[in-house]
């Protein structure tokens, strides 16, 4: 799933789906849980995104920090869901 196809599908719905700045590359979907719609991250798609970007981190940097900032982090009904889909990091 695009983040384009993910905005048009938001303009069909009365709520907000809540998405991880910067991370569109790794949208792998939604996820209708509870009555909400949650979009589903691939966990070592965004570790690439921080390891090949502008200012690449190292892959223990990145896990790092999304782990502090990101994977734990709840923004409220909505939060984006994290999946495993690499278990080699």
């Known amino acids: 799933m695009t983040r384009n196809e993910l905005d048009e599908f938001a303009d069909t719905v009365e709520e907000k789906i809540l998405v991880a700045d910067g991370f569109d590359d790794a949208i792998i979907g939604l996820v209708y849980d509870f009555g909400v719609y949650r979009v589903a991250y691939d966990k070592a798609k965004m570790i690439a995104v921080l390891t090949e970007g502008d ?7 990145a896990i790092e920090f999304l782990e502090f900032n990101t994977f734990s982090a709840w923004v409220g009904e909505g939060s984006p869901i994290y999946v495993d889909t690499d278990l080699t990091y």
Request: hydrophobic share 15%; charged share 45%.
């Open 55 to 61: 200012e690449p981190m190292s892959e223990s940097e």
